[in-house]
T-cell receptor, first 111, second 115 residues
Framework: GQQLNQSPQSMFIQEGEDVSMNCTSS?????WLWYKQDPGEGPVLLIA?????ELTSNGRLTAQFGITRKDSFLNISASIPSDVGIYFC???????????FGKGTRLSVIA | DTGVSQNPRHKITKRGQNVTFRCDPI?????LYWYRQTLGQGPEFLTY????????KSRLLSDRFSAERPKGSFSTLEIQRTEQGDSAMYLC?????????????FGPGTRLLVL
């Protein structure tokens, strides 16, 4: 099935560093979402974006909905050990359609 | 509000056996989605319900898979004659139709291992 292009695939960073990851698509989405998944658990919603160009923050997390509606990025500032996990972007065409996910960015934080 | 719950959390079965998973959505959420996630991949859509009606199925949902939501509340996903390729995490999500910004919330998943 279709999946979004998410990069990087994995990253190792020092505690306190900022992190940036992005997601691109060949087609337009009207909603972009970012989820975090811990091992053996379901994805947990971090940020939802509903309008092209929208910039939204949730604590140390900031995400933007690309102006073309074909991309989104997520920034994490001042990373801490509990940020470790897999971050997924997901696109949605309209409110009642399934989510299309990227393959995830695996984040490791070195204390 | 206790969130989306799924049972069992883990299931080990032998090839050829049938398995059934249950999902209880967030109360007042009338939409319910099933996704499958294999190792190293993001979740992939299987099927979704609006109330008790199954409105969409993906091509991933072979005829060995069946899902129901008889009273528009909890849902079950059954896999008949399991194959090793069915080993995956099965995720359920729910959302509430009609609000301005509808968002899907996921359960903890059921991890299936077919031996």
């Amino acid at each position: 099935g279709q999946q979004l292009n998410q990069s990087p695939q994995s990253m190792f960073i020092q505690e306190g560093e900022d992190v940036s990851m992005n997601c691109t698509s060949s087609s337009i989405f009207n909603t972009w979402l970012w989820y975090k998944q811990d091992p053996g658990e379901g994805p947990v919603l971090l940020i939802a974006l509903y309008k092209a160009g929208e910039l939204t923050s949730n604590g140390r997390l900031t995400a933007q909905f690309g102006i073309t509606r074909k991309d989104s990025f997520l920034n994490i500032s001042a990373s801490i050990p509990s940020d470790v996990g897999i971050y997924f972007c997901a696109g949605q065409r309209s409110g009642n359609t399934p989510l299309v996910f990227g393959k995830g960015t695996r984040l490791s934080v070195i204390a | 509000d206790t969130g989306v719950s799924q049972n069992p959390r883990h299931k080990i079965t032998k090839r050829g056996q049938n398995v059934t998973f249950r999902c209880d959505p967030i109360s007042e959420h009338n939409r319910l989605y099933w996704y499958r996630q294999t190792l190293g991949q993001g979740p992939e859509f299987l099927t979704y319900f609006q109330n008790e009606a199954q409105l969409e199925k993906s091509r991933l949902l072979s005829d060995r898979f069946s899902a129901e939501r008889p009273k528009g509340s909890f849902s079950t996903l059954e896999i008949q004659r399991t194959e090793q390729g069915d080993s995956a995490m099965y995720l359920c999500a729910s959302s509430r139709q009609g609000i301005l910004r509808e968002t899907q919330y996921f359960g903890p998943g059921t991890r299936l291992l077919v031996l």
